[in-house]
């Protein structure tokens, strides 16, 4: 079974406004983190913004927020006041506390800015 | 600059032959990774270490091999025994063995097969 699934393969924005990107995820792990990076067309994975499973308040970056829903399992990303820049896509990961934590990668969403 | 530097960054091979890709880190982070991406994908891993001279397999590790001789370094060699290595490979390293850190990447290197 996935332990990432992001259902959107694709997601269309207008320069300015918010958009939701979304990511569900599998563990029977109590501990475990979220993370969301952006890959842009050179290629490089540039991290954005991390939370915890305990972590009580919904995690802030800049124009970055995740919409963090435990029991639903569900951890959404948030970009505010869209900028041409943030065409790219956008991958969400988990690492548990289990084993060597190593990080499992959801199959990505592709954001479009348009002006 | 502390970082993470993949070479080369475009890689050519003709079936049959073995290529190695380089990974060098100056992080001084004691896990290092290796992961795959196939075009409108996300990112598989194919070997992880988290310490000198040990490391362990991934999801997709048939036809790959790494070595761990400093903590700097984890070398990824694509082998004539991988069926399909045209992709796109991603080194990456952390802190350590921690749910809480996240991953810092290279830019990657992109493999592609003749």
């Known amino acids: 079974a996935q332990k990432i699934t992001q259902t959107q393969p694709g997601m269309f924005v207008q320069e300015k406004e918010a958009v939701t990107l979304d990511c569900t995820y599998d563990t029977s792990d109590p501990s475990y983190g979220l993370f969301w990076y952006k890959q842009p067309s050179s290629g490089e994975m540039i991290f954005l913004i991390y939370q915890g499973s305990y972590d009580q308040q919904n995690a802030t970056e800049g124009r970055y927020s995740l919409n963090f829903q435990k029991a639903r399992k569900s951890a959404n990303l948030v970009i505010s006041a869209s900028q041409l820049g943030d065409s790219a896509m956008y991958f969400c990961?988990?690492?548990?506390?289990?084993?060597?934590?190593?990080?499992?990668f959801g199959k990505g969403t592709m954001l479009l800015v348009s002006p | 600059d502390g970082g993470i530097t993949q070479s080369p960054k475009y890689l050519f091979r003709k079936e049959g032959q073995n290529v190695t890709l380089s990974c060098e880190q100056n992080?001084?982070?004691?896990?290092m990774y290796w992961y795959r991406q196939d075009p409108g994908q996300g990112l598989r891993l194919i070997y992880y270490s988290q310490i000198v001279n040990d490391f362990q397999k991934g999801d997709i590790a048939e036809g790959y091999s790494v070595s761990r001789e400093k903590k700097e370094s984890f070398p990824l060699t694509v082998t004539s025994a991988q069926k399909n290595p045209t992709a796109f490979y991603l080194c990456a390293s952390s802190i350590g063995n921690t749910y809480t850190g996240e991953l810092f990447f290279g830019e990657g290197s992109r493999l592609t097969v003749l």
């Open positions: 990961a988990m690492r548990e506390s289990s084993g060597y934590s190593t990080l499992t």
């Open positions: 992080l001084n982070h004691d896990a």
